[in-house]
């Protein structure tokens, strides 16, 4: 979501479906797990965001879509 970035709000990739992962060394398939992690959206969490921050990451995102 570039976008996101764009209006400085710090992103991520989503994390990983741990099944990948390589220390599970697992050739088994997931596919709900692997369509969430491929798809999710990680934002910015901290009991530290100000009302503000979180109204403009929202606003962002309904922009968005």
Not at 11 to 28: I, K
Request: aromatic letters at 10%.
């Amino acid at each position: 979501m570039g976008h996101l970035k764009n209006n400085g709000i710090g992103t991520r990739p989503f994390y990983p479906a741990l099944h990948a992962e390589p220390v599970y060394n697992r050739s088994d398939r997931y596919p709900v797990a692997e369509r969430i992690a491929s798809q999710g959206l990680w934002l910015p969490s901290s009991s530290n965001l100000a009302d503000d921050d979180i109204a403009r990451a929202c606003s962002a995102i309904r922009n968005y879509f």
